[in-house]
């Protein structure tokens, strides 16, 4: 018997909200973060494969037995695998050499093709795979399904569980659809609302936003972007999903404050998250010291630290990377 993957996918959002306040010293903010790990593609991408794959089949651009090609630093990649399988279509995944092991054996799991290129390539890659043989480009990185899926689901979630009482929302991006989508949704509600955008050191967000770039204007630049460890976080250029009007700030953190995190959330709060978590939460910790207790900070745990088992919790990457974390943390 066939699966029915609508009733599968209603198992995707609704993650716990969880108090990590411990991290933040005793007269600061109140610091929450949704479990999105818990989804059961392990990311908060299945929000947004699900919306984009089920809006395309329902817009008669795509059907059972058509092949799909995603561009994808991982997780994304992973998702519309996931979903991919259970409808029937066939699923290219274009990825970087950046992408960890752990998940390009997730996408190969579900048997979908996985295409590796290097770091600047692989978008392009996609794009061309799809004009030439007729595929569908899900292209999350211009598509608006993207930031609606989180104006439908995440912003509204945050929202309720907080009794509408969220000051901030903290977040990263790569494609920029989460910040973009569930800012707008918290800023509907209550304009007084902060979203602040967590950059890595290396990515050109926070010139980007600091230098008044207008939205389509493509002889705008920075400069290059610099190397970082962090996956699925940063990028080169902003995306047409990222929607630069409901963002309040971009904070810049390192690799090695990430991944301190990430360490430190494992340690002390039992949570195995992947980089981008670490990055997010020690934005918010951050932020969360320089306010008082009437306030409260939504982030979020993006993805499982499983993932990055061959990376960010391997010694030996770590050390090839000028990473330092503590011996007892790398043993």
Same mark, same amino acid.
């Given at each position: 018997m066939? /699966?029915?993957?609508n009733?599968y #996918?209603?198992?995707i959002?609704k993650?716990?909200? /969880?108090n990590i306040s411990?991290l ?6 109140k ?7 818990a989804?059961?593609?392990m990311?908060?991408k299945?929000?947004?494969?699900s919306h984009m794959i089920h809006t395309a089949i329902?817009?008669?651009?795509l059907?059972?037995?058509d092949?799909?090609? #995603? ?6 990649? #992973?998702s519309v695998a996931m979903i991919g399988s259970?409808?029937g /279509?066939k699923?290219i995944?274009?990825?970087?050499a950046?992408c960890?092991?752990?998940?390009q054996n997730h996408?190969?799991?579900?048997g ?8 600047t390539?692989?978008m392009?890659?996609?794009?061309e795979l799809? %004009?030439?043989?007729?595929?569908f480009?899900?292209?999350q990185y211009?598509?608006?399904a ?7 689901t995440? &912003? ?9 009482k969220v ?13 973009s989508g569930?800012g707008?949704y918290?800023?509907?509600q209550n ?5 602040i955008?967590?950059d890595?050191?290396g990515?050109?967000?926070?010139d980007?936003?600091?230098?008044s ?13 610099k190397p970082?460890?962090?996956? &699925?976080?940063?990028k080169?250029?902003p995306?047409p #999903?990222?929607?630069?009007n409901?963002?309040?700030d971009?904070?810049?953190?390192n690799?090695?404050e990430?991944?301190?995190m990430c ?5 002390t709060?039992g949570?195995l998250?992947?980089?981008?978590? &670490?990055?997010?939460v020690?934005a918010?910790?951050e %932020?969360a010291?320089?306010?008082t207790?009437?306030?409260? /900070?939504?982030t979020?745990?993006?993805d499982n ?5 061959s990376?960010i ?5 770590l050390?090839?990377?000028n %990473?330092?974390?503590g011996?007892a943390q790398?043993?």
């Amino acid at each position: 018997m066939a /699966i029915d993957s609508n009733l599968y #996918c209603q198992t995707i959002g609704k993650t716990p909200l /969880i108090n990590i306040s411990n991290l933040v010293k005793p007269d600061g903010a109140k610091l929450l973060a949704k479990c999105e790990y818990a989804n059961p593609g392990m990311s908060l991408k299945d929000r947004i494969a699900s919306h984009m794959i089920h809006t395309a089949i329902n817009n008669g651009q795509l059907k059972s037995g058509d092949t799909l090609v #995603c561009a994808s630093s991982g997780n994304t990649g #992973c998702s519309v695998a996931m979903i991919g399988s259970m409808l029937g /279509i066939k699923v290219i995944v274009v990825t970087s050499a950046k992408c960890s092991e752990e998940k390009q054996n997730h996408i190969k799991a579900y048997g979908a093709e996985l295409m590796i290129m290097p770091d600047t390539d692989y978008m392009a890659k996609a794009s061309e795979l799809a %004009i030439k043989h007729g595929y569908f480009d899900i292209n999350q990185y211009s598509n608006p399904a993207n930031p609606e899926a989180y104006y439908k689901t995440l &912003g509204p979630e945050i929202w309720q569980e907080t009794q509408g009482k969220v000051s901030h929302f903290v977040m990263t991006g790569s494609t920029f659809g989460c910040i973009s989508g569930t800012g707008r949704y918290l800023k509907e509600q209550n304009a007084e609302i902060r979203v602040i955008l967590a950059d890595p050191d290396g990515s050109n967000m926070h010139d980007y936003y600091y230098k008044s770039f207008k939205e389509n204007d493509n002889d705008f630049a920075v400069g290059a972007m610099k190397p970082f460890i962090i996956e &699925g976080a940063g990028k080169s250029k902003p995306t047409p #999903c990222l929607n630069f009007n409901v963002i309040d700030d971009v904070v810049k953190v390192n690799d090695q404050e990430a991944i301190n995190m990430c360490y430190k959330l494992a340690n002390t709060n039992g949570l195995l998250v992947g980089g981008s978590s &670490g990055l997010n939460v020690h934005a918010a910790v951050e %932020i969360a010291n320089s306010l008082t207790s009437e306030h409260i /900070i939504v982030t979020l745990l993006c993805d499982n630290g499983v993932k990055y088992l061959s990376k960010i919790f391997n010694s030996r990457f770590l050390t090839q990377n000028n %990473i330092k974390v503590g011996a007892a943390q790398t043993a």
